[in-house]
């Protein structure tokens, strides 16, 4: 997300299809065992009761490993406000065109919207002063619709302040970050904590596919086994909708869901690549989201133009053969309460 601090370009997928930063559709991740949103017209407006704020506060404990990471974004687990299902993306090393500084920034991401829905919020982003009980806060208005399920990327602090020790933002290796939604009436405050491991332990899956012209629109892998959970990859030949039909659409799903505790998460590292049959090298998509019981798919709805993967030039497809390999690393966890 480099030179992002204007507009936002991660996507998540759909739930029971889709990563890249949500449900099947849309660029990285949903699926069809989502909870749906409300329909209607709560579906498609704010309350207009008495306004109040609610709030969904993410403690980011081993801040310092994530930063090792390297650059991108990450994902929180996905909440609920106002029936509507939300996430919060955090990159800490994202950058602004023609600076040099990194800074820390949010934006909130709304899941599986339909396409009638419009939701106009007021909301702030907050990072929490952890030694003088205050908030460096930036406020957001955002119209929520199909083609606009992001927020603009807020650069928060420069990552270098953040971590100065008088700053009180990062204490014990631990950061807050909120989003509060000012007028939703009837929501009730949540908190997440994401505990981020120091080391990876990466582990790596190949499918080699035998004849691509043969595959449904979607096909699933064999299952396989990773990093101790059963997983397997999503792939759309024609795109996961219609909006996305020159698109291949891919993403990695974690089996079995319903083995997850409600409100647990697993944050899960991973790199999604399509070889090349000459060298081996290829495209490559990395990502950092949580797999959590009702949100265990996470990818991309457009991860190559079918014009790109086709093109003999490539070599992505030969004949009829690809290969698409998936790297998984469990890096993290969270619990909500």
């Given amino acids: ?45 704010v309350s207009d009761e008495a306004p109040s704020t609610a ?12 930063l090792e990471k390297g650059k991108g974004p990450t994902s929180s687990n996905v909440f609920q406000m106002k029936g509507l299902n939300w996430r919060l993306i955090l990159d800490p090393r994202d950058t602004k065109s023609g600076d040099q500084n990194e800074y820390v920034s949010l934006q909130l991401q709304l899941v599986g919207v339909r396409s009638h829905t419009i939701v106009e919020t007021n909301l702030k982003f907050l990072i929490y002063d952890q030694s003088f009980g205050k908030h460096h806060e930036q406020q957001v208005s ?19 302040a953040l971590k100065e020790r008088s700053s009180g ?21 949540e908190s997440e904590t994401l505990f981020v491991q120091k080391t990876n332990n990466d582990q790596v899956y190949t499918w080699n596919i ?16 990773l990093c101790g959970h059963k997983w397997s990859m999503k792939i759309y030949p ?22 997850l505790d409600e409100n647990l998460a697993y944050l899960i590292a991973n790199t999604i690549s399509i070889k090349t049959q000459e060298t081996g090298e290829g495209l490559a998509r990395k990502g950092r ?8 798919n996470w990818g991309w709805s457009k ?20 290969c698409i390999e998936v790297e998984v690393a469990v890096i993290g966890s969270s619990k909500t309460k």
């Fill in 55 to 66: 709030a969904h506060k993410w403690r980011v404990d081993g801040f310092s490993s994530l």
């Fill in 210 to 225: 035998e004849d691509f012209f043969v595959l449904q629109n979607p096909s699933n892998s064999p299952e396989f086994e």
């Fill in 1 to 45: 997300m480099g030179n992002s601090c204007a507009t936002g370009a991660y996507r998540g997928a759909k739930k029971g299809s889709d990563l890249a930063p949500s449900s099947a559709k849309g660029g990285l991740n949903q699926g069809s065992d989502v909870p749906p949103p409300p329909e209607g017209d709560e579906a498609n407006q």
């Fill in 238 to 259: 024609s795109g996961d909708d219609d909006t996305n039909g020159n698109y291949l659409s891919l993403y990695l799903v974690r089996n079995g869901p319903e083995t």
């Fill in 142 to 160: 955002h119209k929520f619709e199909t083609g606009s399920t992001f927020t603009g990327t807020s650069c928060m602090i420069p990552l270098a």
């Fill in 303 to 322: 991860f190559i133009s079918l014009e790109d993967f086709k093109d003999p030039a490539n070599g992505y497809l030969v004949k009829t053969k690809c």
């Fill in 289 to 296: 989201s949580e797999y959590s019981k009702n949100y265990y």
């Fill in 169 to 189: 933002f990062l204490v014990n290796n631990s950061c807050v970050f909120t989003v509060k939604f000012i007028a939703v009436a009837k929501a009730k405050d």
